[in-house]
């Protein structure tokens, strides 16, 4: 399978313990975002980098989150100090740049739940 | 102002027939792209069609079509055709700006489910 994968599927962890994800982009692709999803709401967006570089932040990325993509290929969400509010599914997505049509495909997000 | 509006709280659709699920957005840029995704259970957000704003023709993608009234900032899906596994949340989402230069803004999403 060449989509895009990520890891863990699902987490529990307790408040203030440290949690990280992994996210391995379509191989081609040099575009990479992160989205955050609460439950009967849409994603909402994060983070994107553009091979190594992130290019965009948004302010619901707290100092707590940390994402990297040191080499432009796969990227990590860390978040330290989780609070119960980070309980969300967080989606990875990647795409081509260069046309607006570039479709943008995401893989089947990571669960945390902060207990 | 929401940028993308979707206000349907369910939809409920017998199988084999047609649904339209119903998008409007909002943006003053004049070069911008309207995608629909299907998140199942599973939690997994699908792809379905595109149409960009610039684009003369409605988008197709086999049962899957898109109604694009820019007049009014509006672009409904419509699903032909229904079948049982089309029962998912279907969110609705734009792109503003020329190339892939940004992020996509979601809609709050639409559950569709499908009756036998």
């Known amino acids: 399978d060449t989509g895009v994968s990520q890891n863990p599927r699902h987490k529990i962890t307790k408040r203030g313990q440290n949690v990280t994800f992994r996210c391995d982009p379509i191989s081609e692709h040099n575009r990479l975002y992160w989205y955050r999803q609460t439950l009967g709401q849409g994603p909402e967006f994060l983070t994107y980098f553009q091979n190594e570089a992130q290019l965009e932040k948004s302010r619901l990325l707290s100092d707590r989150f940390s994402a990297e993509r040191p080499k432009g290929s796969f990227s990590t969400l860390e978040i330290q100090r989780t609070e119960q509010g980070d309980s969300a599914m967080y989606l990875c997505?990647?795409?081509?740049?260069?046309?607006?049509?570039?479709?943008?495909?995401f893989g089947e997000g990571s669960w945390l739940t902060v207990v | 102002a929401q940028k993308i509006t979707q206000t349907q709280p369910g939809m409920f659709v017998q199988e084999k027939e047609a649904v339209t699920l119903d998008c409007t957005y909002d943006?003053?840029?004049?070069?911008?792209?309207l995608f629909w995704y299907k998140q199942p259970s599973s939690g997994e957000m699908i792809f379905l069609i595109y149409?960009?704003?610039?684009?003369?023709q409605n988008a197709t993608e086999g049962r899957y079509s898109l109604n694009f009234q820019k007049a009014r900032k509006s672009a409904n899906l419509v699903i032909s055709a229904s079948q049982l596994g089309d029962s998912a949340m279907y969110f609705c989402a734009m792109r503003e700006g020329a190339g892939a230069n940004s992020k996509l803004t979601f809609g709050k999403g639409i559950t569709l489910s499908v009756r036998p």
């Open positions: 943006t003053s840029d004049p070069s911008y792209g």
């Open positions: 149409q960009g704003s610039y684009d003369q």
């Open positions: 997505a990647s795409s081509l740049s260069g046309r607006s049509g570039n479709t943008i495909y």
